[in-house]
């Protein structure tokens, strides 16, 4: 089954009561059994809830794993992830990763015996130097946010494989739709599907995939045991959402694209973070990796300071200042004071986080609006 097909027919079953086409919201906190332990398949909402079913084997499917969870936030899937481990195992994450992925590693799971080790992982070597005894896990997110870098997934894997340690892939920049980690040998994939998954703003909600049944086994009883699940109305929201995914996200991509060359051409910028532009650092890495580049877009400005970043951040009509991507509309950011305002400045600085520098997320609205939109704000 391919990919367009997945999205609207993998794991989704006409409603067996009724025939209904889209997956009723089952909005119950409890089933009733025939006996003691005799059931349908369904005892408890927070253990199972038949809409979050469907949607947790529906993304499985798109990743191609064999088994999905689903949670109350892209954060409550990192928070499962995490743990899986023990007080001195030690993590190894690239240092240029989402503000929140920062702060439950450093200001939560430090705090409980977790050692995380944050590098450049442009160089896998940089990653291999880092192994110690006692790492377990080896955290990715490619493309990163907000610097865009291309993090060459098979490179890592055979490395982690050496040494028997997980790897996990954040995909939520790239989506299933343009890179499938699992298929290059990573563990276990995490989304903050409130972005591209769901599509339109209205959810939030959050994945993770995997292969492995022992490993499937031990986040089933984490999710069960701590309870971070999402409830059945946005599991249907995230379904409804995942149908046109491959539709939404091939035209925020042509936007980007053209957005990205826009920019490029400014005198008023600095710098362009795109993986589609042949000038970024690890665009045959993107070609190789990714099907197509995403619609995540970041660029300094030549002025590096608050005050002309905010007169840009203001100054756009269409891209609405706010936290967030992955939305149908164009979203345009401030990663220093809004999405990775937890990380200390002299790290955000070394990732190239500048006070100058914005991040966008293209919407599909028509190219030219949008573009012209930048232009006058850049004015």
Request: proline share 4%; hydrophobic share 40%.
């Amino acid at each position: 089954m391919k990919f367009a097909t997945k999205v609207i027919h993998a794991g989704i079953e006409p409603d067996p009561s009724t025939g209904a086409i889209m997956t009723p919201i089952f909005q119950t906190s409890t089933y009733v059994q025939s006996a003691p332990g005799e059931h349908k398949g369904y005892e408890y909402a927070r253990t199972q809830n038949p809409t979050r079913t469907v949607l947790e084997k529906n993304i499985a499917a798109l990743e191609n794993g064999t088994h999905g969870l689903c949670f109350g936030s892209g954060m409550a899937a990192t928070d499962a992830i995490m743990k899986l481990f023990n007080p001195t195992d030690e993590i190894i994450s690239c240092n240029d990763l989402y503000g929140g992925s920062y702060r439950i590693f450093t200001k939560m799971y430090a705090r409980y015996g977790l050692k995380f080790n944050f590098t450049d992982m442009n160089d896998a070597a940089n990653v291999a130097a880092l192994i110690t005894p006692n790492t377990k896990l080896i955290w990715i997110e490619t493309p990163t946010n907000p610097m865009l870098n291309v993090v060459d997934i098979k490179a890592i894997v055979d490395i982690a494989k050496k040494h028997n340690i997980l790897v996990c892939v954040d995909n939520t920049f790239a989506t299933p739709y343009l890179q499938r980690p699992l298929d290059m040998g990573a563990d276990i994939v995490c989304h903050s599907a409130t972005k591209y998954l769901a599509g339109h703003s209205d959810v939030i909600l959050g994945a993770i995939v995997v292969k492995d049944k022992a490993l499937a086994d031990q986040l089933y009883f984490i999710q069960n045991c701590s309870g971070a699940i999402p409830g059945p109305q946005d599991c249907f929201l995230t379904l409804r959402g995942i149908k046109t995914l491959h539709l939404r996200v091939d035209r925020a991509c042509e936007n980007a694209a053209k957005i990205a060359e826009f920019l490029l051409s400014s005198d008023k910028i600095k710098s362009v973070h795109y993986p589609g532009l042949a000038t970024h650092k690890n665009h045959e890495l993107a070609k190789k990796q990714m099907d197509k580049f995403g619609a995540m877009v970041s660029f300094t400005l030549k002025e590096d300071s608050m005050e002309a970043a905010t007169k840009v951040l203001i100054g756009t009509k269409l891209f609405s200042l706010a936290e967030s991507l992955g939305g149908v509309e164009s979203l345009i950011g401030h990663p220093a004071t809004m999405t990775h305002a937890s990380i200390p400045i002299e790290e955000r600085r070394k990732t190239g986080v500048l006070d100058s520098l914005i991040r966008l997320s293209v919407g599909i609205e028509d190219v030219d609006d949008l573009i012209e939109d930048l232009k006058i704000a850049l004015n």
